[in-house]
């Protein structure tokens, strides 16, 4: 026979959608909970970590050329327990990104990309975006394990289908050992 899909890989597969909507949820939560902060008069401070509460900027976990570079990172833990973090960097390169910024801004050194550290308002723009794709990816792997039972029975359905045609037509194999043959 065709290998079907099991109940357990079904089932492992669901499970895993649903782990992945909810850190997706946790983390979109987690930046819509980043809150923007102004001076009295409502100017921006001079330090980029002020104008933020709900984040922390801090050292990057990776090496990075940048002398200044700090990671924007929100973290905490998904309603069954599970740690999620999630970071976004204060600057971008030029060539990749659709901001435009002005020539002052650039910043180019010897072997590296020009690039530019972003603005607390583009940053405030950057992390509503993040927290709006994290709902989006959320939703999707909720239709996923919405959807897998349905995909899985019809597949199976197919594949007893094919099986059975096979086996009328006298073939001396089935729809598993074609599967084989290339492997």
């Known amino acids: 026979m065709l290998e079907m899909i099991s109940s357990i890989d079904l089932k492992n597969a669901i499970t895993r ?10 983390t979109a939560e987690l930046w819509e909970k980043v809150t923007r902060e102004h001076k009295k008069d409502g100017s921006d401070f001079s330090i980029m970590s002020k104008n933020f509460s709900g984040c922390t900027f801090k050292e990057p976990h990776l ?7 700090k990671e924007i990172t929100v973290s905490g833990r998904t309603k069954s327990g599970r740690y999620v973090s999630n970071y976004i960097d204060n600057y971008k390169y030029v060539k990749y990104t659709n901001i435009k910024v002005e020539e002052s801004r650039v ?10 550290y972003l603005t607390a308002d583009e940053i405030e723009t950057l992390i509503k975006e993040t927290a709006a794709n994290y709902r989006k990816w959320a939703e999707n792997s909720r239709k996923r394990a919405e959807t897998a039972a349905a995909a899985a029975e019809l597949y199976n359905a197919k594949m007893e289908e094919i099986n059975k045609e096979l086996k009328d037509k006298n073939f001396p194999f089935d729809a598993y050992d074609i599967q084989r043959f290339g492997k």
């Open 107 to 116: 910043i180019n050194e010897r072997f590296l990309e020009p690039y530019f």
């Open 17 to 26: 959608y649903n782990r992945e909507a909810e850190e997706y949820e946790t």
């Open 63 to 69: 090496m990075k050329m940048h002398a200044y570079e």
